[in-house]
């Protein structure tokens, strides 16, 4: 089983309900997270403390930074400031890989706890039944780091415990590209996404299909949105 590392360097149980095999990402030993134990119980309260509606969160698409370094509070910034983006940062969750956070760090964002839509979907209603994880790296150039996998493991499969308590059902996970209406190589060409449909087998390509749907649907409404608009000129 899959440890992690307190603030005395002690090997502790997973904090999440289903802890992960070290062995699982070909590394044959324990991948000790460089987080102190209090730190995990406080991302894990943060998650249980969230008022999630029930089947509010349909879909947990899984994106890259595209930046070799960076965190919550980076990015936040960026799109705050930037992309001029009201609730700052995109992503419902931050995985740092060891430069400006944690390798393996959990970081949650301002729209998990407040239950806010996405901003990291070029669709408003997949941003709204959506979550955001977004690993830093750029994975067109560099592999995620074992620990950032780990993680993303954990929480993606901790995530729905939260959501059956209130009702709700499982969550399809996506990598950014396969439910993006527009093009885009996030989470990379180097982030195993065969790993993540093999680990989490309601990535079928049936929901790509319901995806369009959405999609279409969204687009028509728009159009007619528009339409509207023009005649009441």
């Not at 947990?60 to 960026?78: L, P």
């Not at 705050?80 to 956070?101: C, D, E, Q, W």
């Not at 393996?104 to 729209?111: A, D, H, K, T």
């Not at 669709?123 to 067109?140: A, E, H, M, T, W």
Request: net charge positive; with cysteine.
């Amino acid at each position: 089983m899959a440890g992690f590392s307190s603030a005395s360097g002690t090997t502790t149980k997973s904090w999440f309900k289903n802890p992960v095999d070290g062995d699982r990402y070909g590394a044959g030993r324990r991948i000790p997270r460089p987080m102190a134990l209090p730190d995990l119980l406080s991302v894990r309260k943060a998650i249980d403390d969230a008022r999630v509606a029930r089947n509010r969160w349909k879909y947990i698409v899984v994106h890259n930074s595209g930046t070799r370094q960076g965190n919550a509070r980076i990015f936040d910034y960026y799109h705050r400031h930037v992309r001029k983006m009201p609730n700052g940062l995109a992503y419902h969750f931050v995985i740092g890989n060891g430069t400006s956070t944690g390798n393996g760090q959990i970081e949650i964002g301002n729209r998990w706890v407040k239950q806010l839509a996405g901003g990291h979907v070029h669709s408003d209603y997949l941003n709204y039944i959506g979550l955001g994880i977004c690993l830093v790296g750029d994975f067109n150039r560099d592999l995620p780091t074992h620990a950032q996998l780990e993680a993303l493991d954990e929480l993606i499969r901790y995530l729905p415990t939260k959501s059956r308590k209130s009702g709700g059902t499982l969550s399809i996970v996506l990598g950014h590209k396969e439910i993006n209406p527009r093009p885009t190589d996030c989470p990379g060409n180097r982030f195993p996404l065969s790993w993540l449909h093999r680990t989490f087998t309601n990535c079928e390509p049936t929901n790509i299909a319901a995806i369009e749907t959405i999609l279409a649907a969204e687009r028509s409404s728009k159009r007619r949105a528009s339409f509207a608009g023009l005649l009441a000129l």
